[in-house]
């Protein structure tokens, strides 16, 4: 069955770069994506990547996948204190007749020291 | 406001009881995911619907049930819920029924606690 990997836990400086892994098993998986949940709140689209891209850059966002070890990466770059948060890593598979779902990792939590 | 929305926000019953969450999808939307989200499981898929049909369920237990109306509006219904109930229940909404690359929207969430 799917599953998504992610490091349960990082803290960075302000400033620094952080990266976030995820591994992931569903070698159909068409999208993968990202999102921020922030405290008390949903969970917000941050970036997403087509399986046949290898890099995407939005910003200070970067995601880099490598398909052949199914592992995928978020680095922020220049990374400020609103982005504490916990990222979730997501691959839409298929659930059949024609139906797609996201299954999510447990997510990282990211922790932003001033 | 991400357009879904979810109510009540917060919840609070005791075991063996019956609560009723809903959902309004963001306009345009015709699927709607329920997720639970709880400190040990993490995020777990529970159901969606396209149109007003049932696609697929994933981690639902047998106390639970959902459906979604002919305005697209959804309704997940919990009975004779357990201390281990207490999670956040979220719902998210896609365009098209394989979702796209925009994947999902979700709500702000539904806190429940049993007591």
């Known amino acids: 069955g799917e599953d998504v990997e992610q490091s349960l836990f990082l803290s960075v400086r302000e400033g620094d770069s952080s990266v976030i892994n995820c591994t992931y098993t569903?070698?159909?998986?068409?999208?993968l994506y990202w999102y921020k949940q922030e405290p008390g709140a949903g969970l917000q689209l941050l970036t997403y990547i087509f399986s046949n891209m290898d890099m995407k850059q939005d910003q200070r966002l970067t995601v880099l996948l490598n398909k052949k070890d199914k592992h995928l990466s978020l680095r922020i770059a220049d990374t400020q204190t609103g982005d504490s948060a916990i990222y979730f890593c997501?691959?839409?598979?298929?659930?059949?007749?024609?139906?797609?779902?996201?299954?999510f990792g447990k997510g990282t939590k990211l922790s932003v020291i001033p | 406001d991400s357009g879904v929305t979810q109510t009540p926000k917060h919840l609070i019953t005791a075991t063996g009881q019956r609560v009723t969450l809903r959902c309004s999808p963001r306009?345009?939307?015709?699927?709607v995911y329920w997720y639970q989200q709880s400190l040990d499981q993490g995020l777990q898929f529970l159901i969606q619907?396209?149109?007003?049909?049932?696609?697929a369920k994933g981690n639902i237990l047998e106390r639970f049930s959902a459906q979604q109306f002919p305005d697209l509006h959804s309704e997940l219904n919990l009975s004779s819920l357990e201390l281990g109930d207490s999670a956040l229940y979220f719902c998210a909404s896609s365009v098209a029924l394989a979702g796209d690359g925009y994947g999902y929207t979700f709500g702000s969430g539904t806190r429940l606690t049993v007591v």
């Open positions: 619907y396209y149109n007003g049909e049932e696609r």
């Open positions: 569903d070698s159909s998986s068409t999208y």
């Open positions: 306009s345009g939307d015709l699927s």
């Open positions: 997501a691959e839409k598979g298929s659930s059949g007749a024609g139906s797609y779902q996201l299954t």
